[in-house]
């Protein structure tokens, strides 16, 4: 099983901070054992995809994609142009996306469906917020996210999808969701996913993302059904990333 670390690096990153980035992860002398993604802003991809190609470790993706390969979208960009520069991926559904920009189920299907077709690999959020988690809505929540914004997909384009679970109180507040609760909810993603025929539903990543940093990971990725992590803040520093991935391993 492959385990990844993806770096969410949201609207943060400087010009010389991504080249320090990128600088120091190119002169890493060990080999990575583990899957590395970085998603920077729109703006920055073309020169992370320059700077990423000396060594060819981390695989760069966009935080987002328009929900039509083309047309009258002000201030989207279009999944063929994110393939056309060399975007691996691209995550969709995110809880800021979610939250501040309104985005719904059905519009993340649709970003999710021409992301798909022009050739990404799409890392599909979804997460509880506190309120929900405390009402015991949780479970129910995710599987909708997961149930409307992945339905209809063809399956042949279902094993380019990887799970992002990230409950919305752990995101940035440095509370962590402890691996029990991570794995439950993991193991309920598996087996809608299964449910819903994703061919390859007992092996389909899923990530864990919110508060992950270099002294949690071990012990979230030891859980039967996390395949890895999706990192905000920790991820933005080449050494803190570089930890990140020393603690992660392909098995
Ligand atoms: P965090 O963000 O690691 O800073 O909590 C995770 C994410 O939003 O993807």
Known sequence: MKTYIVGNWKMNQTLLEIRDFFSQINS???E?????????QFIHLGLALELSKEKGRVKI?????????????????????????GTHFVIIGHSERRHHFHEDNEL????????????LEVIFCVGETLQEREKGE?????????QQGLKDIPPVFKEKILIAYEPVWAIGTGVTAT???????????????????????????????GSVNPSNIREL???????????????????????????????
């Open 108 to 119: 993340l299907r649709k970003r999710t469906l021409c992301a798909l077709q022009s050739g």
């Open 61 to 85: 993706g966009a935080q987002n994609c328009g929900p039509k390969e083309k047309g009258a979208f002000t201030g989207e960009v279009s999944p063929v142009a994110l393939a056309e520069l």
């Open 28 to 30: 890493y002398k060990e």
């Open 32 to 40: 990575f054992l583990c899957e590395t993604y970085v998603a920077p």
């Open 179 to 209: 691996p029990l609760q991570a794995q439950e909810m993991h193991h309920h993603i598996r087996n809608l996913l299964m449910k819903m025929n994703f061919p390859k539903g007992e092996t389909i990543p899923i990530l864990y993302g």
């Open 138 to 146: 949780a479970m129910g929540v995710v599987e909708a996210q997961i």
């Open 221 to 251: 990725l030891d859980m039967k059904d996390i395949d890895g992590a999706l990192v905000g803040g920790a991820s933005l520093l080449p050494n803190e990333y570089i930890k990140l991935c020393e603690g992660s391993r392909n098995f």
